[in-house]
């Protein structure tokens, strides 16, 4: 077995043991909290039991005593022989007639020794009160009531009826109770480890299924989606988002993989046009003005190789998310206007002319370098593309600063807007005044990665009056 399936192995135990344990605490602590309930309220209800018939004894003994006719004192009792008595010595049998002093004045005839006494209760019941106690009757534990005969008529005056019932078999049955609450716990807590244990098994069948396709999954079968069968909407949903995330993921790599691609393409381009042009200055000897030429065409090899290289590390910085804009007021007309003077002369170059509308400041809290990096793009972009015309406009709309640059070329046709800003997209040469193609395809990219990055965005359309149209909306706080 592999590292990885130990581990999943490993991990499955490790998780139904923690499911079937904790399950189980929760049951047995529940269980054994409604046990303890229950014995209390079954102790509560055994003790009022007992202390109603003990009262019920007491009641009738004292009636008994206080109905002799000579004034004598005797209770109620049956005659048993000795086999019988041994018989019935779980009932209540056990009573006795105290004075205040505590001397014993009659006892039930089949006690062979007095009830254990106690001095205060026997006070308190000689002053008129009833008295509950627990003694020991040799060793047997008994629950006593002290009932003071001066209820019944003065000539009882100080008379202390004491009666007592045996709690063995009160005391058996709630050990007969605990033992079953616990044997009950027990079997309840194996059964709910049990069953834990195999629904936790059940429960992550699926997640193995899911995992095994997914770990079958490389960089070479991104395409390829997990199909194991999930029979619950929960897991449903997890084959879904992860079926999903393999489809990001699978676009995501694919433009990492054509944006490399190209990347290379565009940085093999100069550096082996400089390699020609270097090796053939070195074959033979050559002028001066030979070998300017040479170093002329190789400087603006450079010059494209580095454009490019600072317009990927742009994209990059880009993807990382660390492009940061930082706000400063400025008048935005100004800082457009400066940027089409600088390309006036690559318009005059390609027969274009150059055209700002609108007159007057807009000042406006924008981060300066992206506006103005913005701009250049774009117009460059506009130029390559128009006939004889492009027009640059800036305005202020809804706390927004709006830059529209818009040519007189062959508009956007049937291609998708969106496609534009891809990188490395690169437009038709039909589209293009001089049939090429021009450019390194990052320019729009670069405009949509700065207007993003400045919480702002970019987008394209075909103008109204023929044309392309690009247009820019920048916030005026970037913060």
Do not use: K
Request: charge should be negative; aromatic fraction near 6%; include cysteine.
């Amino acid at each position: 077995m592999s590292l990885a399936g130990r581990s999943r192995r490993r991990s499955e135990a490790s998780f139904r043991s923690r499911l079937a344990l904790r399950a189980t605490v929760v049951v047995t602590v529940g269980l054994s909290l409604l046990c303890l309930g229950t014995s209390v309220v079954l102790r509560v209800l055994l003790d009022r039991e007992v202390d109603a018939s003990i009262l019920g004894v007491a009641s009738i003994q004292a009636a008994s005593l206080a109905d002799g006719p000579d004034g004598e004192m005797h209770f109620h009792e049956w005659d048993l022989t000795p086999e019988e008595a041994v018989s019935v010595r779980d009932l209540v049998q056990y009573a006795q007639v105290w004075d205040e002093n505590g001397v014993s004045l009659l006892r039930s005839q089949y006690m062979v020794a007095d009830l254990p006494v106690d001095a205060e209760a026997l006070s308190q019941a000689s002053a008129g009160d009833l008295i509950w106690s627990r003694q020991e009757f040799g060793e047997t534990p008994v629950r006593t009531l002290f009932y003071p005969l001066a209820r019944l008529g003065a000539s009882h005056g100080g008379h202390v009826l004491q009666v007592a019932a045996p709690l063995e078999q009160r005391n058996a049955t709630l050990r007969r109770a605990a033992l079953f609450f616990c044997a009950l716990t027990l079997l309840m807590a194996l059964a709910t480890y049990t069953g834990s244990w195999w629904l936790a098994g059940s429960a992550v069948r699926p997640i193995h299924d899911v995992i095994d396709q997914a770990e079958e999954i490389e960089a070479r079968s991104l395409d390829r989606r997990i199909e194991a069968y999930a029979e619950t909407v929960e897991y449903r949903r997890l084959v879904q988002v992860l079926n999903t995330m393999l489809g990001r993921l699978q676009a995501a790599f694919e433009a990492q993989r054509r944006f490399t691609a190209d990347a290379s393409h565009e940085l093999r381009s100069p550096l082996t046009a400089m390699r020609g042009e270097i090796e053939v200055a070195l074959r033979r000897d050559r002028t001066n003005e030979e070998y300017r030429d040479v170093l002329r065409s190789t400087l603006e090899e450079v010059a494209r190789l580095s454009s490019t290289s600072e317009e990927l590390l742009t994209l990059a910085r880009s993807d990382a998310q660390t492009l940061r804009a930082t706000g400063e007021r400025l008048d935005v007309a100004q800082r457009v206007a400066r940027v089409v003077e600088r390309l006036e002369e690559t318009g005059q170059r390609s027969g274009v002319e150059l055209v700002l509308s609108g007159a007057g400041s807009r000042f406006a809290t924008v981060d300066g370098e992206i506006l103005e990096r913005v701009t250049w793009n774009l117009v460059g972009n506009a130029i390559r593309h128009a006939r004889s015309r492009v027009v640059v406009a800036t305005g202020l709309d809804q706390g927004d600063v709006v830059l529209t640059v818009a040519d007189d070329g062959p508009g956007l046709g049937a291609a998708d807007p969106d496609a534009l800003f891809e990188r490395f997209y690169r437009a038709d040469a039909a589209r293009t005044p001089d049939g090429t193609e021009g450019g390194t395809g990052l320019g729009l990219s670069i405009v949509r990665a700065l207007a993003q990055a400045h919480g702002g965005s970019a987008t394209a359309e075909n103008a109204p009056s023929g044309g392309a149209r690009f247009t820019v909306r920048l916030p005026q706080d970037p913060n």
